[in-house]
């Protein structure tokens, strides 16, 4: 995967304030977790998170833009707009520039999707939505199942099914027995691709399977990604 620089990151980010007139007063990168990047408006500067560099291009340009808006929008309109709608017309207008466009399903908050310019078909999608004939629309049937997962991963957290300290690179949320089921690929030379059930929840529910990826519990919080949807 094609990944962006710290370099390439500072460049485009001045390149942009530079462009709008925008008073840089420092970028800079962390080691943070949570938000990828964060503007400061009143100080006039830009922190990212130093994950930013293990994503995609596509995903660090994403970000560099939404937190230009952010000092743009502070600009125009001599105050913190979060993500109203000055936010997501100054959003639009940077992102146009990369050949892309955001749209969002209500009139705060992040974009629920990104379109190309150029060809009109949908880049990226957050989840809980969904691109329907070029329509971002909410996802109901994801929502509800990331809302079963949710109910999952809650259980087996104060059940303690997961070591401290380890992180699960693979893990999927299934029916087993007939009941929702925590498994991981167990290590068996003789039957390969078995799996192995470390948390058997009360929930039931047929033809649900959601894979996880980065699995880690610290003991005293659990954090994980969602790598695709399966489920009705």
């Known amino acids: ?67 230009a808006a952010h ?45 190309d310019i150029a060809s009109g078909k949908s880049l990226d999608c957050r989840r809980g939505y969904r691109v329907d004939n070029g329509t971002v629309v909410i996802d109901r049937d994801r929502k509800a199942n990331d809302m079963i997962l949710r109910k999952v991963m809650k259980a087996a957290f104060f059940a303690k099914a997961f070591i401290k300290g380890e992180v699960y690179a693979k893990m999927r949320c299934e029916p087993v027995e007939g009941r929702l089921a925590l498994t991981v690929e167990a290590c068996n030379d003789i039957k390969p691709g078995s799996r192995e059930v470390i948390y058997l929840s009360e929930l039931k529910k047929d033809n649900f399977s959601m894979n996880l990826k980065n699995v880690k519990y610290s003991g005293r919080s659990l954090r994980y990604n969602v790598e695709d949807f399966k489920g009705s």
């Open 1 to 67: 995967m094609d990944k962006m620089t710290k370099e390439e990151a500072f460049r485009l980010t001045a390149e942009i304030c530079t462009r709008y007139d925008i008073s840089l007063r420092g970028v800079s990168f962390r080691r943070k977790k949570g938000a990828m990047g964060t503007a400061y408006t009143k100080e006039g500067k830009i922190i990212y998170s130093t994950l930013l560099l293990r994503e995609s291009r596509w995903q660090a340009l994403k970000t560099i833009c939404h937190e």
């Open 71 to 115: 000092l743009l929008a502070a600009k125009r309109y001599g105050k913190n707009c979060l993500h109203d709608s000055r936010f997501h017309d100054c959003e639009a207008e940077i992102d146009a520039i990369y050949g892309f466009r955001p749209v969002y399903a209500a009139k705060r908050g992040y974009a629920a999707a990104y379109f």
